[in-house]
């Protein structure tokens, strides 16, 4: 039972290169999540997916673009890497109307050189 | 804009005491996550409350929910070291913001021997 894997676990970049995380789940969630975290101010939404096909700005999303392949799987592309995208990066899925909550990844922690 | 607010930001508990963290937030809601985070790993969720007065227990730990006060509460029953961890609580406001959560800045917890 995966539940949401992603890729890759860690990463170091040079400012103004671009990667792509990936985020797969397997439990036929509808929704899907890209948040980040900082120290001391909790997680953050950068981009979500309600439904495949369907994608929204968060609360931080300059800097991101997201891609909802298919219903399992949604990708964080960031274009030009700055210092200020270091963190630690989470993909989240869920079954909205179901009331389960929340099922977060493993997580990518990030660094922007 | 929806601001969730924890306290305390540090909690540091003998083992055996009884503690309990504040999750306050600014706008209505009905649904609030609590969520608990090791060191290096993922979320873990813990609770769910989906109603004004829903009360849930698991072991040591009870959540509570006041949508009135917009007051959740996290009531930590006699302390013991496997407790030590980061507790978030995470706020839905529903309507178009539906799924999206709003973190607080999370209560790392340190219980002693």
């Known amino acids: 039972n995966a539940g949401v894997t992603q890729t890759p676990k860690f990463q170091v970049l040079k400012t103004g290169q671009s990667m792509t995380l990936q985020c797969a789940q397997d439990m036929n969630h509808n929704s899907m999540y890209w948040y980040r975290q900082d120290p001391g101010m909790g997680l953050r939404l950068i981009y979500y997916?309600?439904?495949?096909?369907?994608?929204d700005k968060g609360e931080v999303p300059n800097g991101y673009n997201v891609s909802r392949l298919n219903k399992r799987e949604f990708s964080l592309r960031l274009e030009s890497a700055a210092p200020s995208q270091t963190s630690v990066y989470f993909c989240a899925s869920s079954h909205l109307g179901v009331g389960n909550g929340y099922t977060f990844g493993s997580g990518t922690r990030l660094t922007v050189v | 804009e929806l601001k969730v607010e924890q306290n305390p930001l540090f909690l540091s508990m003998q083992e055996g005491k009884n503690y309990t963290i504040y999750c306050n937030y600014s706008?209505?809601?009905?649904?609030l996550y609590w969520y608990r985070q090791d060191p290096g790993k993922s979320l873990e969720s813990l609770f769910v409350l989906l109603s004004n007065g829903a009360v849930k227990q698991e072991g040591r730990l009870m959540a509570s929910l006041d949508t009135k006060a917009r007051l959740s509460t996290l009531h930590i029953t006699a302390a013991v070291h496997d407790l030590s961890a980061t507790y978030f609580c995470a706020v839905d406001i529903g309507g178009t913001s539906y799924g999206k959560l709003t973190f607080g800045q999370g209560t790392i917890l340190t219980v002693h021997p």
């Open positions: 997916s309600a439904s495949e096909g369907t994608t």
């Open positions: 706008t209505t809601s009905d649904r």
